[in-house]
DNA sequence: GTCCCGTAGC
DNA sequence: GCTACGGGAC
């Protein structure tokens, strides 16, 4: 038996707190101030698992030494690495500077305004494609991210745990402001974004929430030093390499397994010498 | 130590 | 469905 989805018995008065809560805590970003598509794009990569105020302080350098798609898409990938350091899973650097490839070779330079086009490109998935239309283009597109999720749950399932997403996007597609939907979503965004600071998180009763594994001492810390070090140093000499992570504790079995993985990956290769630098 | 954040690949 | 994937704030 389906069980009967929560039905908003007022909207217009969710619609009235949100805006309410938006006029109080609007949040200024750069690439709000100019939602222009490259701008957007970026920034919403970078927003993937990485919070606002991490990306305010890096996005004006990134846009600085990338200020479009063709300069990204040019690029070493040694440079983008460099301006992506300090906002973490290196491989959103790799699927930007793809996208921008794609972008210029299949777009004409113009980043698609449509959310099935969107997602066909590298590293762009339901949310970030609908955030893209939205925040870009004004397109009412229908999605759900960290933020939305908590206005939904927080205000309609107030008593429930394991929400599933299918039960919430009725209801972003029920209140969705289609005259404006960019300034929508920038408000449930901030709605979402308080709603975090103040007390529970609501996604903790949402069905996709996971707890994450520790990150001292695991592989993503061990690959994560790696690519500090090439981007910091250029490389690791071949004699280096077994000793390398010791001083965190990391065997040399797991550096070179880390090593392999990262090279598979293209994040990097091997010299004539057996050292270790990014990929050209 | 705990938390936060989407996508890809399986 | 499940898991790998950073790095900083608290």
Redesign the pocket.
Known sequence: MQREPPVPRDLDAFQGRVREVYRDHYRPMEWRADPAPYKVFISEIM?????VP?VMRLFPLFLARFPGFGELANASFADILQAW???????RAR?LQEAACLVRDRHGGVLPREVETLRTL????????GSIAAFAYNVPAIFI???IRRVFIHHFFPDRREV?DREILPLVEQSLDRENPREWYWALMDYG?LL?RSGD?P??RS?SY???????G???QL???V??HLVDHGSIAAEDIPAYGAAEGFPPVRVEAVLK?LEDEGFLQRTETGAIVLRR
């Open positions: 927003l993937q698992q990485t919070q991490r350091t300090g906002l973490g899973y290196n491989r699927y590298p590293g762009v998935g339901a949310a970030t494609a991210e960290t933020n599933h974004a975090a998180n996604n903790r069905r996971v707890r994450q594994n520790s990150f001292r695991s592989d993503r690959r994560g030093m690519l500090r993985r």
